[in-house]
């Protein structure tokens, strides 16, 4: 079955930088399209940042352009998002969770990793 | 890319029917049969329970259903159980090949 296994996160001082990963399985990776999702403590869910299967069209949430980065390694079955120029409303949990071929949903979640991002 | 428009609470007892909106607008909601729907218990990942509008995933009870008319899209639950307590969430497609949640519904069942 379809696993997505977040790690990475951690405390970062404001201005400084951290990269998660999202190890996946159970499904051939490099057909699917993956997004990163975050949700602050006692908030909402929040679309961060989208990969095309190929890693050829990347898209991103205005409040991330230009300091996030989403990328992929299909030969490690792996997700990446760098995260540069972290300020305190980026504290959040970090979900991944792939598309399904032909739809626009978010069909399988991980169960996050945890950005804190305080001095 | 603003967040869409969901009620922050409904309520209901159980076997009533409770019905969540979420309102976006002709860039997202209303202009793509492309609205899902997640439910989240406290502490868990979200949970797809519809898509494409209507559709609902295989596993998923039929007491689940999805509608949309113009800009706004509504998830309805009927028959309401103590275990369809939680947060719901509605999402779309964007005409930016972007994506946006709404802001979320706290679901009490009394």
């Known amino acids: 079955q379809v696993q997505l296994v977040e790690s990475g996160g951690g405390v970062v001082q404001p201005g400084g930088s951290l990269r998660v990963s999202c190890a996946a399985s159970?499904?051939?990776?490099?057909?699917?399209?993956m997004h990163w999702v975050r949700q602050a403590p006692g908030k909402g869910l929040e679309w961060v940042a989208l990969?095309?299967?190929?890693?050829?069209?990347?898209y991103y949430a205005d409040s991330v352009k230009g300091r996030f980065t989403i990328s992929r390694d299909n030969s490690k079955n792996t997700l990446y998002l760098q995260m540069n120029s972290l300020r305190a409303e980026d504290t959040a949990v970090y979900y991944c969770?792939?598309?399904?071929?032909?739809?626009?949903?978010?069909?399988?979640w991980g169960q996050g990793t945890l950005v804190t991002v305080s001095s | 890319q603003s967040a869409l428009t969901q009620p922050a609470s409904v309520s209901g007892s159980p076997g009533q029917s409770i019905t969540i909106s979420c309102t976006g607008t002709?860039?997202?909601?209303?202009?793509?049969?492309?609205v899902s729907w997640y439910q989240q218990h406290p502490g868990k990942a979200p949970k797809l329970m519809i898509y494409?509008?209507?559709k609902r995933p295989s596993g998923v009870s039929n007491r689940f259903s999805g509608s949309k008319s113009g800009n706004t899209a509504s998830l309805t639950i009927s028959g309401l159980q103590a275990e369809d307590e939680a947060d719901y969430y509605c999402?779309?497609?964007?005409?930016?090949?972007?994506?946006?949640f709404g802001g979320g519904t706290k679901l009490t069942v009394l």
């Open positions: 969770a792939k598309e399904s071929s032909g739809y626009y949903l978010f069909e399988s």
């Open positions: 159970g499904f051939t990776f490099s057909s699917y399209g």
């Open positions: 990969i095309r299967y190929d890693g050829n069209n990347k």
């Open positions: 002709s860039s997202d909601v209303g202009g793509y049969n492309y």
């Open positions: 494409d509008v209507s």
């Open positions: 999402s779309s497609y964007t005409s930016s090949y972007t994506r946006v």
